[in-house]
């Protein structure tokens, strides 16, 4: 990815003030990359009494430890003390300690359009591709032992309607009855699938049309 100060910033007016924060972490996370072609995703969990609203993008990491499987989710958001001041360090946090809450998971896709006018505060379009929102409830971890590749938070996340397992359980059983008749192993239907079926049309969700501002430092080697 690009250093910070080589990157193209989203330029604060009107059209970018309508982005939500998921969206406009998506924008940011875009603006890392060199390529224009480049595909990014981001995902978002929101548990308990959280606003839909300030949902963001989160990293999610499951580590082994004496006690059994731990996931851990670090948000971009940072964390804010009792007296309201924010620090600049984000801290990791278990999801054990949201056991039993209420939860739901979005998932976005977006990658840059048409690029509108070459000036140097330029009008670029990002489509956006929707994964959907699934809704569930924060459980201990299981199905971790499952042969089938799973994505952290799919050990802890149980789905309403999915007859108590999690979503690790659910694609573990249906990996190992498609590997009993060997047939191919391609049984996603969650939100990143519904997202990449979505790009693979070229029709995307929606899309928003976006000016930036060119990088604080311009290198004079294009290799630079």
Same mark, same amino acid.
């Given at each position: ?92 946090? #278990? $999801?054990? /300690?949201?056991?039993?809450? !209420?939860?739901?998971? &979005?998932? =976005? ?75 191919? #192993? $391609?049984? /996603?239907?969650?939100?990143? !699938?519904?997202?990449? &079926?979505? =790009? ?25």
């Amino acid at each position: 990815s690009l250093p910070h100060n080589v990157r193209r910033r989203l330029l604060e007016d009107s059209a970018s003030s309508s982005l939500t924060r998921f969206e406009r972490d998506c924008v940011t996370k875009l603006l890392a990359y060199k390529i224009s072609n480049v595909v990014v995703a981001v995902v978002g969990l929101s548990i308990g009494q959280r606003k839909p609203e300030e949902r963001a993008d989160q990293w999610f990491f499951a580590d082994d430890t004496p006690t059994g499987t731990e996931v851990y989710v670090k948000s971009r958001l940072g964390i804010q003390d009792n007296s309201g001041r924010r620090f600049r360090f984000r801290p990791s946090k #278990r $999801l054990t /300690d949201f056991l039993g809450q !209420a939860a739901s998971l &979005r998932v =976005l896709f977006g990658r840059f359009g048409a690029q509108l006018n070459g000036e140097e505060d330029s009008w670029s379009v990002v489509d956006f591709f929707e994964g959907g929102t699934i809704y569930g409830t924060i459980v201990e971890p299981r199905g971790c032992d499952s042969s089938a590749p799973c994505l952290p938070w799919e050990y802890m996340f149980q789905p309403h309607g999915a007859g108590g397992l999690t979503v690790a359980e659910t694609r573990g059983l249906a990996w190992q009855k498609l590997c009993e008749a060997q047939q191919p #192993r $391609l049984l /996603d239907d969650g939100p990143y !699938a519904c997202a990449a &079926r979505r =790009l693979v049309t070229g029709v995307p969700s929606f899309s928003r049309s976006l000016r930036f501002k060119q990088p604080f430092y311009v290198p004079s080697d294009p290799e630079e």
